[in-house]
């Protein structure tokens, strides 16, 4: 079995690694990115592709703060990305609209517009006439929706293969169907084993997705991260586009640039299966047609299936593991990996190279898992 050494290795290559890998040849490195299968193969293929910065939200704290600023980098990501690949991540400013089904939850999204306006974020309320004409949809009744504009979406499968094409194209190394096997942190290096080879690191970052507690091996860090299963549904293009996003309690319609309607996701917990399930199709397709009844009469194009990676407390793990400044995680983004894929990567990157991280990251440093354990 070979040996070689490098700088920084990066452990898996979906949205994350492969942001993380990119950004990092911005300072000049040449990572190498192992990833088991494919690249973007994973949670990055199935994803909806919104960039949900303040329809997810439910309060003000870390992960907003993070999410609004990593929504803010998107534009001229996706455009650096195009110039650099010719890979058009189909960035959409659109908008995103969530729906109120209910008086209670109507009163819910008031409030929740209310403090995201004095954060400094827009939104609007939509009554159910407003809704229906900006939708160009005939939406079932409901008691409105929070609008807001500046929650827009990109493709994922395509932002992770312009972030991969970015990265091979700026000098790093990307090897797939390479799985890691063993992880040792040393006091000098990390060693990585896989099939083919034994690495050497200067530094290594897990961002296996649902994987990176397992590929870790550390007790402290079982279930640290761990998948949930969502399964999604692509139609085939109507006669009238959706013209906005719509999130509702039970489901999301996300329109795309080829006229097709992603009906997203389900969510399903204690499994490693990535096969799609009648269960779930059919609980999509019933939720999409009880909010447009339209819907029922378009073929189903796609479907996607996709390991979530949350973590035990909601919030990301991202920087240097607690015992040791050469091991790092970037993992357990949950519904917020492709929100949070251009901040993520660019504040690890430079924390990587300048050994100072951003304020922003403070409350996701790993070393919380031992103020959680004393």
Known sequence: ??????????????????????????????????????????????????????????????????????????PALCEALKEETAIDPEYVAEGMVRVA??????????????????????????????????????????????????????????????????AVLAGAEIRQNEPVVKIDSGARDVRITTPRAVYSAERAVVAAGAWSSLLLGRPEWQNRVFPIKGEAVLLE????????????????LVPKADGRLYLGATEQRNTWSKEPSAQGLAQLTERANARVPELKTLAVSEIRVGLRPWSDDGLPYLGPLPDSDRLWIAAGHGRNGILLTPITGRLLAEWLVSGRSSPLLRAFHPSRIVRRSS
Do not use: N
């Open 237 to 252: 293009a109507g006669l009238f586009p959706l013209r906005k996003t719509v999130f509702a309690r039970d489901i999301y």
């Open 101 to 166: 089904s209910t008086p209670e939850e109507a009163e819910e999204l008031r409030t929740r517009g209310d403090w995201q306006r004095q954060a400094g974020q827009r939104s609007e309320w939509w009554t159910p006439e407003e809704l229906r004409e900006h939708l160009g949809y005939p939406m079932a009744p409901c008691e409105g929706a929070l609008y807001l504009p500046d929650d827009h979406r990109v493709e994922a499968p395509r932002l992770v293969k312009a972030l991969a094409r970015a």
């Open 1 to 74: 079995m070979t040996g070689r050494r490098v700088d920084i290795a990066i452990i898996g290559g979906g949205l994350i690694g492969c942001s993380i890998a990119w950004h990092l040849t911005k300072q000049g490195v040449r990572p190498l990115v192992l990833e088991a299968e494919i690249v973007g193969g994973q949670a990055s293929f199935a994803g909806a592709g919104m960039l949900g910065a303040q329809v997810e939200m439910q309060e003000p704290g870390p992960l907003f703060d993070l999410g609004v600023a990593s929504r803010a980098e998107f």
